[in-house]
């Protein structure tokens, strides 16, 4: 559906009728005993028209209802005076049609008081003027009608247009819930799929052996584990590169905590991969960390990615052996020594120019 082209339809057409009235009112001329009043209706009459119809706006400015709706008041009282109520039933009432046009334009603008206010008027004015037989010999009735036409027309069209707006805020929704429930049903099917490729090996290997595993495959086993963690707590930190460091670094005894707090959801796929090869990279240089922890920044800052990597000794570095991690309190103990601090940028950056 083009409203432009059904909107200018419309407009050409209120063009041509009020164009035809002028017409009219031009051949009355020598029919009227004072052509002046008559000129200054015709110029009245085409100022208020052409505001109505070319006025940009989904609804006429209340000052162009305002010149429109004094515009009808004036016509009648300024032409009647010279036109015989003899010949009243001819041209020489074509300020009657033109009133009434005029109002029509003004109810398609959603100003239907202002077009009904100026009706009343036309109809009172002919009464006193000419008495009720003058309503429907001199069109009264007729014009009002098509007022009347006119707004229930334009209330049809209205209430058309918002049902059509529901229905495609409805559909709207509608694309909205059903792609939500799309991405729900892939990333479960995508974590299954995962998490079958990591785990049905050693899955099979604990049905074949009736759960009788060597301490080497319980490892494992929790070295599994700690993976699929990570497909849930740090997804967006992941490839396969990273996966296979990770899982290199875990087989060695070091503790690998990763943290995705959303902080790469808006980069573009060319700065996603190119941050997860240098996290690979910095997984490789962590060889001699116990605890390495991982960890997204929010967006908004230049860095991406924090890589931090701790070399615990003593007990600690035995604990992290055994798969524990840190306490909040112990990140800061004296024992420790950072063997490796890595920002990665959200951006690349850019390579300097030769000289």
Known sequence: MKLSVSTGVATGLAAVFSVYHLVLAATTLPRVSDVGPVLACMVLYAAATGAALFVRGTALPVWAACFALATAVVMPVVEVPVVDVVDAPNYTTWWVAAVCTLMVVLVVRGRAPFAWAGALFLVVHTLVWAGPGALGSLGVLGSVLWVAVATAYTAAMNRATRVTRDFVRAEQETADWQAAQDAHVFERQFRLSQTTRMALPMLQRIIDSCGD???????????????????????????????????????????????????????????????????????????????????????????????????????????????????????????????????????????????
């Open 213 to 355: 595993l060597s301490d080497d495959e319980r490892t494992e086993c929790l070295h599994l584990e700690q993976a699929i963690r990570d497909e849930i707590r740090g997804r967006s930190l992941l490839s396969d590169d990273v996966r296979q460091e990770v899982m290199r670094l875990r087989r060695r005894g070091a503790v690998v905590q990763l943290h995705d707090d959303g902080g790469l959801d808006e980069l573009e796929i060319d700065d996603v991969r190119r941050i997860h090869a240098r996290l690979a990279d910095a997984l490789r240089q962590a060889w001699d960390a116990d605890n390495v922890i991982v960890r997204t920044v929010p967006e908004g800052s230049g860095a991406a990615v924090t890589v931090v990597g701790l070399r615990l000794s003593g007990a600690a570095s035995e604990s992290a052996a055994l798969g524990a991690g840190l306490d909040d309190d112990e990140d800061g103990d004296e024992d420790d020594s950072v063997a490796l601090w890595l920002e990665i940028p959200r951006h690349a950056e850019p390579e300097p120019s030769e000289a």
